[in-house]
């Protein structure tokens, strides 16, 4: 049997320089198609990123001039040359992106906190949370739930009021 470190040198003695120019060839065509795909899927999340943040400013309601005058600014601020092609002008642009959608989900926490301190507009009395009062014993309704018997009420300071012959419609005009 052959020692495997013979096999592989006489390996390398038949390949000739044409042979491993073609191999190069073939790998170099493999990895440039590697590179484009890297480079599609990489452009395409960052267009992605950027249409999302579009929807989301399009989704804000709530008046934030300063900050909106803030992402304008930083947008305008890019400062990229594409005729090169450069990575750094990507990884910029990916930068950009990253702030901006932190600034935009600042914003949307904003409009979020805002919608629920402001009590709902669609209902006359506002929404209560929790559990729901607790009735008093003068309105008829123990703790328990049963109801009070027909009795006087515990304060004493109450008085009744004598009936009187006049009819309330006659108090009215009166005053």
Do not use: C, F, W
């Not at 006489?10 to 890297?38: A, C, G, N, P, Y």
């Not at 642009?93 to 301190?117: A, F, H, N, S, Y």
């Not at 049963?146 to 515990?154: D, E, G, V």
Request: proline share 5%; hydrophobic share 30%.
């Amino acid at each position: 049997m052959v020692p495997k470190k013979e096999e592989r040198e006489s390996k390398r003695e038949l390949l000739t320089s044409s042979d491993l120019r073609k191999s190069i060839q073939v790998e170099l065509r493999r990895i440039r198609s590697i590179v484009k795909e890297i480079a599609s899927n990489y452009v395409s999340k960052l267009e992605a990123s950027a249409e999302d943040m579009a929807k989301g400013l399009e989704e804000i309601q709530i008046d934030a001039k300063d900050d909106l005058r803030k992402i304008l600014k930083s947008i305008r601020e890019l400062n990229v040359k594409p005729n090169k092609g450069r990575r750094k002008d990507l990884r910029k642009i990916d930068d950009l992106i990253e702030t901006l959608r932190g600034e935009v989900d600042v914003l949307r926490d904003k409009q979020e906190k805002e919608m629920r301190d402001k009590p709902a507009e669609t209902s006359d009395a506002p929404r209560r949370r929790g559990r729901p009062p607790k009735q008093s014993a003068a309105a008829g309704i123990r703790r328990r739930g049963r109801p009070r018997k027909n009795r006087a009420p515990a304060d004493s300071s109450i008085s009744s009021v004598p009936e009187s012959s006049e009819s309330s419609s006659d108090l009215v005009h009166a005053a």
